[in-house]
């Protein structure tokens, strides 16, 4: 079980990126997938899910209506859309895959983490 994100880069205020969540090893129907992300100086923060299987999305609310999870199925892959961004948005983005059975909310139930992407907006 492989997670592989990618997509960050450096963007000013305002600006947008998609983060990419590419899976393998497994599908998204057995498992969904959340986005969180790691600023400096900071605890971790969940900041979007999907699950398929409770067809139900999360996201936080310093992000809504500015990010859109998404996903692929034919590619196995989950999108971050981020619109908007914010000099507070710079972090470190992380996605992870949560077994079926837990809403994709239960944040303790994640068992696989792809290696981050650093996500950089400037002021």
């Known amino acids: 079980v492989q997670l592989q994100a990618s997509g960050g880069g450096l963007v000013q205020t305002g600006g947008s990126l998609r983060l990419s969540c590419a899976a393998f090893?497994?599908?998204?129907?057995?498992?969904?997938i959340g986005w969180f992300r790691r600023a400096p100086g900071k605890e971790r923060e969940a900041v979007s899910c999907?699950?398929?299987?409770?067809?139900?999305?999360y996201s936080a609310e310093s992000v809504k209506g500015r990010f859109t999870i998404s996903r692929d199925n034919a590619k196995n892959t989950v999108y971050l859309q981020m619109n908007s961004l914010k000099p507070e948005d710079t972090a470190v983005y992380y996605c992870?895959?949560?077994?079926?059975?837990?809403?994709?909310?239960?944040?303790?139930?994640?068992?696989?983490w792809g290696q981050g992407t650093q996500v950089t907006v400037s002021s």
């Open positions: 992870a895959a949560i077994y079926r059975r837990w809403p994709c909310s239960t944040w303790s139930r994640y068992d696989y």
């Open positions: 090893g497994f599908t998204l129907d057995d498992y969904g």
């Open positions: 999907f699950s398929s299987y409770h067809s139900t999305t």
